[in-house]
Every structure is written in structure tokens, then in C-alpha cells.
């Protein structure tokens, strides 16, 4: 196993991060100074470095781009008033991460390698990680099958890297979300319940005729039946009907959220009624009409809560009671906020510190 001390760190001659104010920079194309990576080959993971982001030279045969051999993990740093930065549960995306890699016949990342190569990382890179209250490193680490080779099997070679860049907040406003009852998210059986990049792929078409119809993102139903109300884009989805939080219960089709993990862990720290079970849209939608639907949400690393203000079903929209009246949701969004940013106590220990 690849220890901390065996990471190989290539420092850039200059920082970039002058360039850019990363409190205020366009999501996702903006990198940090430094990247992660290590290659695995013969069996084992063989070498760790950090070097200069740049772009990097691959064949066009890499297995990767053609046979979907590529898993990815999202998470984020944040720093607090005296400049500390910290991560949010880390070792649950460490372990997701082989949970997805297991599922795609990959090899499994050791945690030396995984939080190791991260914390260095992180501490080259402390510059890049926003200060303002919304702000955050976005922590992309990813494995791809690096093959040079045409035909389907699993690869002998891989690499896992990690890239950063600044995020601000991910969605600002309230979404308009359309049921989807046609196209499918995941099956059963199937990798829904992992971050393989197929599943992102198969999404986007769904997306933009919702899109194309006024509606930002799509509500997923189960393939079977299109009763079963799943995931949002790519959050896992809650409702507040009456003095209950209910979240579809987890199965093979849908990805275990940290934050929704986090919410629930919450809501039960509050003395909250909390059920995760099967919800059917018509439920939501009786709610709604007998007026106990108060709140509709989203939860990911991405926007944290993403507040859904109107549901279109069967070419009906369905709008939900004003976002400032959302006890649950606002409160949720507001003590972890406060829990990343080092502003509010952190009960659960869910912060690990990096400087
Ligand atoms: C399909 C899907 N569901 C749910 C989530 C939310 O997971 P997390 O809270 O770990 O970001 C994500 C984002 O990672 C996702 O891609």
C-alpha cells in the first residue's frame, strides 16, 4: 500500500490563484493549481503523485471513453473565519467510491491513497478554497480504465485522480420539476445506486425535454411501474407532508446520498418524524391537494438543499407553499452551513480538519 510519504508532489512554479477571485468564479471550469494521481497496474496500486493541472496526452483507444469504466465521486472543503479548512464526512465518499468501483469491476482504492493524496492536495491547493459564506472547494475524484485497447472487458490499468475547483452556490433559485413517467434513471439490477458515469450520460436527453418544457430538472420514477417517486436530477428527493419527513427508502436504483444521510441524521437529532419508505406521486399529489404538502427538496453536495417550488405531473403543475415558509428545509440548510463553515457546533463530527 501507497502511504502518505510515498506521494511524489511536482509543485507548480507559480500559483495561478492570483488570476481569479474563487469567491466569485463560473462552477466547474475554473481549476486549482494542483492535481492528484495514482496509477494502478500488475494488480496493485503502483505510484502516487501530485503535479501541475494541465492537460494530459491519451490515446483515443483508452478503455474509458469507450466501455464506461469510469466512476467519480463529488464532495467539498470549506474554510472558516480563521482560514482552517475542513472536509465534510470524507470517508463516506472514500467508501462510496469503492462501493462504485466494486459494482464496475474496478479496483478498489486504499484510504492512504484516497484521504492521503486528498488532505496533500488540499494543503498545496488552501488558496483556491472560497471564503465567502456560500463558497467551496468542489472535490472531484475519479477513476478511469486506461486500457489502450479495443474490446470489451475490464482493464488492467487504471488511474484515480482528483481535481478541485471553486464553487459558489449550485442552484440559487427555487426549481420547477417535471415527473418523469417515460424514460428511466436506473433499473433494478442495474448501477443506479452508484456514481458510474453512464448513469449521468443516459440522463441528459430525459433532462432537456424537460428543460425544453419549462421545467429545470426531472423527478425519476421507478422503471417498472412510473408510480414510485425516486431521485431529482442528481439529488436524492424529500417532502415534509404533515409533521413528517419522508424520503424514498434506498434500493439499487438509487444513489445513498451524503446529504441525505446528513438531513436524516438531522431530523432525528430533532426529535423530527422521519420515514423512508416507497412515496407514489399520487400521494404527493393528494397531499398537495388536501394541503398537507408543505415542503418539496432536493438534497446534494452540489446545492446542498435545492428547493422545489412547482411539480408538473400528467400536464398538470402541481405549486408548492413559498420557499420562506419551509421550516424544516431552511433550518437543515442553515445548520449545515453553519457546521461547514465552523459557525455552528458540530454534534455529529463530521468535519475532518485539513490545516
Ligand atoms: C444521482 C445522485 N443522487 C443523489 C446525489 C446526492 O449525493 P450526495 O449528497 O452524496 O452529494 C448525487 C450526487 O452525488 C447523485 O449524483
Redesign the pocket.
Known amino acids: 500500500m501507497v502511504s502518505t510519504f510515498d506521494i511524489k508532489i511536482n509543485k507548480i512554479a507559480k500559483s495561478r490563484v492570483s488570476e481569479y477571485d474563487v469567491n466569485n468564479v463560473p462552477f466547474g471550469k475554473c481549476f486549482s493549481d494542483h492535481m492528484f494521481v495514482a496509477e494502478y497496474a500488475d494488480g496493485k496500486w503502483q505510484k502516487a503523485y501530485i503535479e501541475p493541472y494541465a492537460d494530459v496526452p491519451m490515446s483515443y483507444a483508452t478503455s474509458a471513453l469507450h466501455y464506461g469504466q469510469a466512476i467519480f465521486?463529488?464532495?467539498k472543503a470549506y474554510k472558516n473565519a480563521n482560514n482552517e479548512v475542513s472536509l465534510f464526512r470524507p470517508l463516506?465518499?472514500f467508501n462510496?467510491l469503492n462501493k462504485s468501483a466494486l459494482r464496475m469491476a474496478m479496483p478498489e482504492v486504499p484510504e492512504e491513497i484516497f484521504i492521503g493524496g486528498l488532505i496533500e492536495l488540499l494543503k498545496l491547493d488552501e488558496a483556491w478554497v472560497p471564503t465567502s459564506d456560500t463558497g467551496s472547494l468542489y472535490i472531484r475524484p475519479f477513476i478511469i480504465a486506461t486500457d489502450e485497447a479495443i474490446g470489451v472487458k475490464s482493464s488492467d490499468t487504471y488511474k484515480f485522480i482528483i481535481i478541485t475547483c471553486p464553487a459558489g452556490k449550485y442552484y440559487s433559485e427555487p426549481i420547477r420539476v417535471l415527473v418523469e413517467t417515460n424514460y428511466f434513471?436506473a433499473v433494478h439490477g442495474g448501477v443506479?445506486f452508484v456514481?458510474a458515469a453512464g448513469?449521468?450520460g443516459r440522463s441528459l436527453y430525459p433532462t432537456k425535454l424537460a428543460q425544453q418544457k419549462g421545467y429545470q430538472q426531472v423527478i425519476w420514477t421507478d422503471s417498472k411501474t412510473h408510480q414510485y417517486v425516486e431521485?431529482s436530477?442528481?439529488?436524492?428527493l424529500m417532502f415534509v407532508i404533515g409533521d413528517t419527513l419522508l424520503t424514498p427508502e434506498l434500493s439499487d436504483t438509487?444513489?445513498?446520498?451524503?446529504?441525505?444521510?446528513?438531513v436524516l441524521a438531522l431530523a432525528h437529532e430533532w426529535g423530527m418524524k422521519v420515514e423512508e419508505r416507497k412515496i407514489s406521486i399520487r400521494e404527493v399529489i393528494t397531499a398537495h391537494g388536501n394541503g398537507t404538502l408543505q415542503e418539496a427538496f432536493g438534497?446534494?453536495?452540489?446545492a446542498t438543499i435545492a428547493q422545489i417550488i412547482t411539480i408538473g405531473y400528467e400536464g398538470k403543475d402541481y405549486d408548492l407553499p413559498a420557499v420562506e415558509t419551509r421550516k424544516f428545509s431552511n433550518r437543515v440548510d442553515e445548520t449545515l452551513r453553519n457546521i461547514r463553515k465552523g459557525k455552528g457546533p458540530d454534534t455529529q463530527n463530521w468535519m475532518l480538519k485539513v490545516s
Not at 436530477?233 to 436524492?236: H, I, R, V
Request: proline share 0%; glycine share 18%; no cysteine.
Open positions: 465521486e463529488g464532495m463516506e465518499n462510496r434513471r443506479g456514481k448513469n449521468y431521485e436530477g442528481t439529488m436524492n438509487i444513489l445513498s446520498g451524503i446529504t441525505r444521510k446528513s438534497v446534494g453536495t452540489a
